[in-house]
Each structure stands twice: as structure tokens, then as C-alpha cells.
């Protein structure tokens, strides 16, 4: 057996999840970025990867892979830094582990990340959330979850993330309504509801009658939404809206895209909320 599997097990197991507490999609994102550069890297040793070495991933190698990635797969700049970050972790606790190697772990530390141009910021005027909170069919149980999930990520700014893991028992609608949620760093914060939030919020509860720890915006099978599950579902309703405000049509709306609000605000900081003019009238108008 060489050297970088067990290094490998070794930083998954000790580094990250016993020592660090990374979580799960910390863990994940890692994973994801060694299955490819293994599979990479066998196809050019044309080692199986259960035989490849740390010095078999120079900095060469390393280097072709991150092209690789932007090239051939498409990711961009962003995606790319993320995976040499992962390596880059991993080098570092390899070169406590190993010294003999330092020199091949040397040049890979010094690969740099890529500088890129970050893109404008895309945000949602009234007209379009208006458009956008009217489109799910509020006659339907599937819609009435839509509305009110898309109600309460608008209104509070909470990450795609935050929202999938809301559960019943996180919502509390007496004197100082609000969420808890856990965010980045797993850092537990309060966010405060707004009157509208809190009516809609409220008539969804009675529907939904879960228990505290059931998640706030099951599927049809009682499961939580993922993240890709809110994409589909605000793409739809963003294709619905655009019928009604077609500046839409022309913005490429996201999960995240929802934290951004202009009339003065942009990313609202969590529990904080602007004076919306012309918002008192939103759930009624929906």
C-alpha cells in the first residue's frame, strides 16, 4: 500500500471530522474533489488509484487537473479554486504526516488560485417579487408550500441551505416571532418575522401539522426539500411570473438571488428588515 491512502483515510477521519468538526457538506465538497483528481490522475499514470502516490500527484499533475476542470468540464474559476483549496488542505496535513515528501507537497502549495471577475450583483426589484409570490397556485397544497417558503426567503434573506433545514419546532409565532436557523460555521442565529410572514406562516402550520423536529417544507413524501428541489421549484414559478413582469424573463433568478432586494437595501442583514412601502399588501394581493 502506498503512502497517500492511508494519508488520505487519515485526513478525512482524524483532521476533518475528529478534530476540525467539518460539516457533512464540507465533508462532501472534499470527497467530490478527490474522486475526480483520483479518477484524473489514474487515466494519466495509468495507475489504478488504490497504486498512485503522493509524489505521483505533483505539481504537474495537479495543474492539469485544475485545467482539466475548467476545460473539459466547464467549472468555472470559482469551482475550481474551491477544489485546489481541498488539496491544498490535504497537502498541508500531508507535510506534517511526511516530510520525505515535502518537496513534491512544497510545489503544490505554491499553486495559486485563479483571480476572476466576479459578476454584477443580480437582485429582485417590488414588481418582480410581487409577480414572483403570485405565481404558485395557492389552491393546491404543493402551492401554498411554495408560497409560503418563497414569502419567508424573500423576507427574512436566509441562505438556500438555512431554508431546507427548517423544521416545525424552529418556528416560533408568539410575542417576537421568529426563526431559528443554523448558518455558516454552524452558527445558530434568531431571524425576526414580519407581520406578513408570520400570517402566512401561521396558516401553513395548521395545514402542515408536523412534529418539532419534521422538516418546515416537506415533499409530497413528508421528506425536506433539498436545494436542487428549491431550484426546480423557483425556476417554475419564475417561468409562471414572467408572463406577468417579463423583466424576469431576462434575469437568471436563483435561490441566492432571493437575499437581494434594491430600493435601498441589498443582502439584508439576518433579523434586520426594511420598511418596504407597498409590501403590507403583498400576501393579501397574492
Known amino acids: 500500500m502506498t503512502l497517500l491512502a492511508p494519508t488520505l483515510q487519515a485526513w478525512f477521519t482524524e483532521r476533518l471530522i475528529t478534530q476540525r468538526d467539518s460539516s457533512p457538506q464540507t465533508i462532501a465538497a472534499y470527497r467530490d474533489t478527490f474522486r475526480l483528481l483520483l479518477a484524473f490522475a489514474s487515466q494519466r499514470t495509468g495507475k489504478q488509484p488504490c497504486q498512485l502516490d503522493i509524489d505521483d500527484l505533483d505539481a504537474t499533475l495537479i495543474a492539469a487537473f485544475l485545467n482539466h476542470l475548467e476545460q473539459d468540464r466547464g467549472n468555472s474559476p470559482r469551482t475550481r479554486n474551491a477544489r485546489l483549496a481541498a488539496i491544498h488542505s490535504l497537502y498541508k496535513y500531508a507535510a506534517l504526516c511526511h516530510p520525505e515528501h515535502l518537496q513534491t507537497i512544497g510545489r503544490v502549495m505554491a499553486i495559486p488560485s485563479k483571480r476572476h471577475q466576479r459578476g454584477g450583483l443580480i437582485y429582485l426589484n417590488l414588481d418582480e417579487i410581487k409577480a414572483l409570490l403570485a405565481a404558485p397556485d395557492t389552491s393546491t397544497w404543493l402551492g401554498r408550500r411554495d408560497h409560503a417558503l418563497l414569502l419567508l426567503a424573500v423576507l427574512t434573506g436566509v441562505r438556500v441551505t438555512e431554508l431546507v433545514t ?103 442583514p439576518p433579523g434586520v428588515f426594511p420598511l418596504l412601502t407597498g409590501v403590507l399588501g403583498l400576501v393579501a394581493a397574492t
Do not use: N
Open 166 to 268: 427548517l423544521t416545525v419546532g424552529d418556528v416560533s409565532l408568539g410575542t417576537g416571532a421568529h426563526i431559528k436557523v443554523e448558518g455558516k460555521g454552524r452558527k445558530r442565529r434568531a431571524t425576526t418575522l414580519t407581520p406578513e410572514t408570520i400570517t402566512v406562516l401561521r396558516q401553513w402550520l395548521k395545514e402542515r401539522q408536523g412534529q418539532p423536529h419534521d422538516p418546515l417544507f416537506p415533499t409530497r413524501q413528508g421528506q425536506p426539500l433539498t436545494r436542487s428541489g428549491v431550484r426546480q421549484l423557483l425556476t417554475k414559478h419564475i417561468t409562471t411570473a414572467a408572463a406577468a413582469c417579463p423583466s424576469l424573463s431576462d434575469k437568471p433568478v436563483s435561490p441566492h438571488t432571493l437575499r437581494h432586494y434594491v430600493d435601498g437595501w441589498v443582502m439584508w
